[in-house]
Structure formats: structure tokens, C-alpha cells
T-cell receptor, first 110, second 112 residues
Framework: DTAVSQTPKYLVTQMGNDKSIKCEQN?????MYWYKQDSKKFLKIMFS???????INETVPNRFSPKSPDKAHLNLHINSLELGDSAVYFC?????????FGPGTRLTVL | AQSVTQPDIHITVSEGASLELRCNYS??????LFWYVQSPGQGLQLLLK??????LVQGIKGFEAEFKRSQSSFNLRKPSVHWSDAAEYFC??????????FGTGTSLTVIP
């Protein structure tokens, strides 16, 4: 069984659209994260959720909103997509000292 | 402010040769340090971590890293590289408040 899964793996869309990326973990962790990896492989944390409560919110545009329907899921909603949003988005779960990453979602905005 | 620097963007080594990937950090308190590996098209996998105690830590896949406070470094080493080690390697520092700061990564190529 995959510990942390993300869907879709690839997402190609037009500017201005709204899209969502889903993430699920079956590890029983309380905290889940979203990271953005840009074209230069720079990895930056965007959000984390602990028991349905947002505990980190870096300087991310409010077009990005995490939604956690339950402890096992943390979905990422993006409104009014822009060219600069093109990146690979990774979901992760775990404790602060050990995180398990999903395979990533490559988002391309045209 | 916390930061992580990986000076080498890309390294090429021959299979069987030794490897050292450099990582320098900037953090005001005792750092929690990590090395992750990312294979092509995959997510990140934790190789090893340092919190306290012995400054030489062992990880998976034959990797080790040494914490040197005086040099603010946490370099990753492997005595003999295998072709399957070709990947992107990320150093990271964990800060209070459940935050993480990653370096920009070092891409490793292994030649036969």
C-alpha cells in the first residue's frame, strides 16, 4: 500500500482556471504538509495541518487554500491559476522529525 | 534567519568512488538536520537525520553524515557509490514551529 498518495500525477490547465490536488496518507499521522518545488528544484513548505488546524502558513498567495476533510486527507485548492504556479507540488505527512512524501503532482499552467 | 546552502549544484562520480555532498546551514539554536534523496519522478525519501549526540550519523543505503558545529556543516558521505545512487539530494534544517528549510539540492550523476 502506498503510504502517501497524490492525484493527479500530472495536471495541465489554462491560466485563470481553478484546480485541486488531492492527497491521502494511510500512516495515521496527525500532521500533513504541502510543498512546492520550482523548476530549479527549490523546495519550499506551503502549509501544514495538524488535526484539522492550520499551523503553518508561509507567504503563499491566498489563491492557494488547503482543505482537510479528515486526518488522512489534505487537499490543495488553487484558484485563478497563474503561469508562475507551474511547479511540482508534494504532499507529505509525519512528525516534524520524519516526513513521508508523496510522489508529487506536476502542474503546468499554459 | 534560517537557511541551508548546498554549494554544489551538480556532481559526477564514477561508480565505486567515494562521495561527499556538502551542506552548510544557518540557524541560531541547535539545529535539527536532515538529508533527503529524490529519485527521478519520485518524492523525497529520508536518508538520515541528526538531533543530538554522536555527530556521525548513519542512514539508509550506506550513507552517513557528520555534523560539525564549528563549520556549520552537515556533509553527506558514502564510501562507494552505486549507479542506483544517481538522484537529487537535499539537505534540510528543522526549526521550531514545525518548519523546514531545504537547500536547493545537489544532482548526482554516476558514471560507469
Amino acid at each position: 500500500d502506498t503510504a502517501v498518495s497524490q492525484t493527479p500525477k500530472y495536471l495541465v490547465t489554462q491560466m485563470g482556471n481553478d484546480k485541486s490536488i488531492k492527497c491521502e496518507q494511510n500512516l495515521g499521522h496527525d500532521t500533513m504538509y504541502w510543498y512546492k518545488q520550482d523548476s530549479k528544484k527549490f523546495l519550499k513548505i506551503m502549509f501544514s495541518y495538524n488535526n484539522k488546524e492550520l499551523i503553518i502558513n508561509e507567504t503563499v498567495p491566498n489563491r492557494f487554500s488547503p482543505k482537510s476533510p479528515d486526518k488522512a486527507h489534505l487537499n490543495l485548492h488553487i484558484n485563478s491559476l497563474e503561469l508562475g504556479d507551474s511547479a511540482v507540488y508534494f504532499c507529505a505527512s509525519g512528525t516534524w522529525d520524519t516526513q513521508y512524501f508523496g510522489p508529487g503532482t506536476r502542474l503546468t499552467v499554459l | 534567519a534560517q537557511s541551508v546552502t548546498q554549494p554544489d549544484i551538480h556532481i559526477t562520480v564514477s561508480e565505486g568512488a567515494s562521495l561527499e555532498l556538502r551542506c552548510n546551514y544557518s540557524y541560531g539554536a541547535t539545529p535539527y538536520l536532515f538529508w533527503y534523496v529524490q529519485s527521478p519522478g519520485q518524492g523525497l525519501q529520508l536518508l538520515l537525520k541528526y538531533f543530538s549526540g554522536d555527530t556521525l550519523v548513519q542512514g539508509i543505503k550506506g550513507f552517513e553524515a557528520e555534523f560539525k558545529r564549528s563549520q556549520s556543516s552537515f556533509n553527506l558521505r558514502k564510501p562507494s557509490v552505486h549507479w542506483s545512487d544517481a538522484a537529487e539530494y537535499f539537505c534540510a534544517v528543522g526549526a521550531s514551529g514545525n518548519q523546514f528549510y531545504f537547500g536547493t539540492g545537489t544532482s548526482l550523476t554516476v558514471i560507469p
